[in-house]
C-alpha cells in the first residue's frame, strides 16, 4: 500500500512514471531502491537555502510524530514519551517487541486509509514549501533524518531475517 501510494505522490510531482498499479512488486522494489541521503546530504544535492532545509526538518519531523500516533493508535495529542520509553525497552524484550509489532499490524489495516491521508498532507504541504522540480528530484531519493526521534517501525518489527 505504501509503495503504491508513494509511486503515485512519485508520478504526480513529475518524476518517472511508476511501474503500472498491477505491479505493485515493481513498484515497491523501485521504491525500495532509491538512493539513500540524510536530509541534510538531499538538502545540499536540492541546493536548498536553510530556511527551506529547516522547514523540510520540520515537515519529517511533523510526519514522523503524526505516523506513531496512528501505527500506535494515540490520540492526536497523545503525550509520545511514554512510546519511545516502551519502544526503547523492546530492543531488549522479545515478548515486548511481538506485542508492538503485532499492535502496529493491527493500527496498520484498521487505520490504512488515516496513514494514507497523513501521506498526502505531507505531499501538499511539501509542494507548498518547494518548486514541482524540486519536489520530484526529493522524490527520487530515500531521505532519513539525522537523528530520527523514533526506530524506523519497518526495520525493527518487519525486517526481513538476517541470511546466515
Partial sequence: MAAIIAATLEA?????????????????????ERPRRTLEE???????DAHQTGQLR??????ERQSMRVLFGLPA????????????RAEHDPALKDEL???VAVNWARNSAEISVLWVQFD??????????VVARLYTLDVR??????????DMFFSEPKKE
Fill in 12 to 32: 504526480r510531482a513529475g518524476a518517472k512514471a511508476p511501474p503500472p498499479a498491477s505491479d505493485g512488486a515493481a513498484a515497491a522494489k523501485a521504491w525500495a
Fill in 42 to 48: 538531499a538538502a545540499r544535492e536540492l541546493q536548498l
Fill in 58 to 63: 520540520d515537515l519529517y519531523r511533523g510526519i
Fill in 77 to 88: 495529542d497523545a503525550d509520545l514519551e511514554p512510546l519511545k520509553a516502551q519502544l526503547a
Fill in 101 to 103: 509489532r503485532e499492535r
Fill in 124 to 133: 501538499a504541504r511539501l509542494r507548498r514549501l518547494l518548486p514541482p522540480d
Fill in 145 to 154: 533524518q539525522e537523528a530520527p526521534e523514533f526506530p524506523d517501525i519497518k
